[in-house]
């Protein structure tokens, strides 16, 4: 074991990028890393690989043990990343596909039935760019083969035929095919460097997909982290190598002060029989491999979030959030176990008829959320008077106003910074995408670039206010800098000084004022509606909301046992395992004690005006003349009568302070909702698209004013 010192710059730069990545997130939830073992090597095989390199700092935050990575060489090969990833004790892997170089010219078959496998080239330079051994790779993957022997210029030979559609469509084609040379790669330098690390027990972490993406599904693992694990314990015996399955799951990966959640599965054993089949070598060697990558897929999908496209996951998350059994909250890694056996449930029962209605129904209320321009957890707060809205309103666009002030001063020092960073991240997303086969939108390297440019531009820019400042001072009149005694006196690094420090306090402010002032600006949008329609579209909106939990509700429970038998023995938390909560730092408790002190507020004033939000079940009791209500007398379908789009149109063209000061704009509005027409024909691909976390892999954790809220509930499994 190298000496604990050999380990200072390692634990100097981890420390420097959690707190980065830490300041990124607004919170990072673990769950279960209790089961990573303490000592002896471990590797980390960690997917989705979401977020390019601000997945391994999240890793090193919750590991509790140092972690030396895989990096693409490519990667670590850059001037900046290369410095932290060796900083960080990176292991270079030579990735085929970085080295992969444009041919010159274009390919055909030369006879596709008599020869198959030999390539002739039109103005290529076979001789020169291509070696035995290479691959020769189509363009937009139509396929690829290993070359096995160069002839000349003009011709090749492969070691076997390319058999797919879009491969014979492209070389019979009358121009031909253009196509990539792909070197071979040596990665034994690699494997020994990992089996040195392991055998000092320590930790690798790998990402074994190959690279970053934004699919809402696992890529294929690659087989090097079986033959890494297979070959380490094959040289050593008794190393005792376990992989421990590691999950991450993002609300919005590429925004800052998002949600994250990390979930570490049970550690897998290397089992001994696999270690001697693959000692065989030849076909046993990759039948070995292939049986241990499949462990550890399916330990992967123990913790992550699988869906075949993004509607289905949002569908899923809707689901889940109506799911309410009883009124226990959920902490926010909990929300994404439930939400990750929801997917197993509904991979299961999908084609069930009562599954299919209430895909329907969700689809439905999620149209009718968004047409609203409201989320699910927003509708509680719809169900009161328009005097208590309105006292609500004002409240809340009092606080508004007063952490807007405060956090408007840091805001216009760091607008810049937002501009830039948004900028090139999305150009570095576009050009990303255009590079990449697998990925849907690039978001996975946008919060990256986020990152890096603000490490760059944040210091340069309070640099140059700082400057400003010294200058300033030494050039203001006296009357200018009165109001700080004896600041004239003051050298000029001491004002440099100062004023670098005001900047960062400034915006530290913002930050925790103006995320703050964000929340309470989403929550206006229901008081708003309230005000305008009144109580009662409010009431029948969670009213459909209840009856629709109420079926999703009694459906899970009638399901669940099926797949899960523990649901009538144990409670859903002790089910979903423990967690813990990371807060970027103080930010997060000074955020709550605003909140809570509003909300403190907020009750008073309500208890003032004498007007308490009526409970959902209350109104539904009240609906069935008192009594409880029977799943049979429920209503087998979800119906809407929203507002019509003219009177959408209407409402959304007052502004709030418009609404409060005329009397005359209140009646116009309130006699436009009046007029609104029956809900048909509103599902549709746009219903699709709604969701109450567009584009996210998780849901809010909390409400905008702090609160658990309705997706935040103990659900599935759990029998009080």
């Not at 030999?118 to 291509?130: A, K, L, N, P």
């Not at 790669?185 to 990992?194: I, L, W």
């Not at 509680?380 to 006292?391: D, I, K, N, Y």
């Not at 946008?446 to 990152?451: D, M, P, Q």
């Amino acid at each position: 074991m190298e000496p604990e010192e050999s380990y200072l710059i390692y634990d100097l730069f981890r420390a420097f990028w959690t707190r980065v990545v830490g300041l990124f997130f607004r919170e990072i939830a673990e769950r279960n890393a209790h089961l990573i073992p303490k000592t002896g090597p471990v590797m980390f095989v960690v997917a989705p690989h979401h977020n390019q390199f601000v997945d391994p700092v999240i890793l090193l935050m919750h590991a509790g043990r140092r972690v030396s990575y895989l990096a693409a060489a490519a990667s670590m090969r850059r001037l900046f990343i290369g410095f932290y990833g060796r900083c960080l004790r990176g292991i270079p892997v030579e990735r085929q596909q970085d080295l992969a170089r444009r041919g010159a010219g274009r390919i055909r078959l030369e006879d596709r039935y008599a020869e198959p496998t030999v390539i002739s080239g039109d103005g290529t330079r076979f001789t020169e760019q291509v070696e035995a051994g290479m691959k020769i790779v189509l363009a937009k993957g139509a396929g690829q083969a290993r070359v096995e022997a160069v002839e000349s210029d003009t011709r090749l030979r492969l070691s076997a035929e390319m058999k797919e559609l879009a491969a014979l469509e492209a070389l019979t084609s009358s121009e031909g095919a253009a196509y990539t040379v792909v070197p071979h790669v040596d990665q034994d330098e690699m494997y020994r460097a990992v089996y040195h690390r392991l055998n000092k027990g320590e930790c690798i972490g790998i990402f074994p997909e190959g690279g970053s993406h934004d699919r809402t599904e696992m890529l294929p693992l690659k087989a090097g982290v079986a033959i890494m694990a297979l070959g380490a314990t094959a040289a050593n015996a008794e190393l005792g190598l376990k992989i421990v399955p590691t999950g991450l799951n993002y609300f919005h990966p590429s925004k800052f002060r998002s949600r994250a959640v990390i979930d570490f599965g049970q550690p897998i054993d290397v089992p001994p029989e696999l270690v001697a089949q693959y000692q065989q070598g030849g076909s046993e060697r990759r039948e070995a491999c292939s049986e241990l990558l499949a462990t550890v897929s399916e330990g992967l999908k123990q913790v992550t979030l699988n869906t075949p496209d993004l509607e289905t996951l949002r569908l899923i998350q809707a689901g889940r959030r109506l799911y309410q059994p009883n009124l226990h909250s959920l902490k926010m890694a909990q929300q994404v176990e439930l939400t990750r056996r929801f997917i197993k449930g509904y991979d299961i029962y999908r084609d069930m008829p009562e599954v299919r209605d209430l895909r329907e129904r969700i689809e439905d209320y999620n149209t009718e959320l968004r047409y609203c321009g409201i989320r699910d957890h927003q509708v509680s707060s719809m169900q009161m008077g328009r005097a208590e809205a309105g006292a609500l309103f004002a409240w809340r666009l009092i606080w508004l106003l007063i952490m807007g002030l405060v956090a408007l001063p840091g805001t216009a020092l760091n607008t810049p910074v937002f501009v830039v960073t948004g900028v090139v991240s999305k150009r570095k997303a576009r050009a990303a995408l255009a590079a990449s086969t697998v990925k849907v939108r690039a978001r996975d390297v946008i919060a990256t670039w986020k990152i890096l440019i603000a490490l760059v531009l944040v210091p340069s820019l309070y640099s140059v206010y700082s400057v400003l400042a010294v200058v300033f001072v030494r050039r203001a009149p006296l009357w200018a800098t009165a109001a700080v005694s004896g600041l004239d006196q003051w050298s000029s690094l001491r004002i440099y000084v100062c004023a670098w420090a005001l900047a960062a306090f400034m915006s530290y402010a913002a930050l925790v004022f103006g995320e703050q002032a964000i929340d309470i600006v989403k929550s206006i949008r229901p008081l708003f509606l309230s005000l305008v329609l009144g109580k009662e579209h409010g009431e029948r909106l969670v009213l459909e909301r209840q009856e629709l939990s109420d079926d999703i509700t009694d459906l899970v429970n009638e399901l669940a046992p099926k797949i899960y038998p523990e649901f009538l023995k144990t409670r859903i938390k002790d089910q979903l395992g423990e967690s813990r909560t990371t807060h970027a730092n103080i930010i997060n408790e000074s955020a709550h004690a605003f909140h809570r002190r509003m909300r403190s507020g907020e009750q008073a004033l309500r208890q003032r005006l004498g007007g308490a939000i009526v409970g959902a079940d209350d109104a539904a009791a009240d609906d069935n003349g008192g009594g409880g209500g029977s799943k049979s007398a429920r209503r087998s379908k979800y119906r809407f009568s929203p507002p019509t789009p003219r009177t959408m149109a209407t409402l959304n063209s007052i502004s709030p302070l418009e609404f409060l000061t005329s009397a005359n704009s209140t009646a116009a509005s309130a006699g436009a909702a009046k007029s609104g027409g029956a809900m048909a024909g509103l599902r549709s691909d746009a219903a699709r698209q709604s969701s109450a976390d567009d584009g996210g892999v998780g849901q809010r954790a909390q409400s905008s004013t702090g609160d658990a809220t309705p997706e935040a509930r103990n659900g599935l499994f759990d029998v009080t």
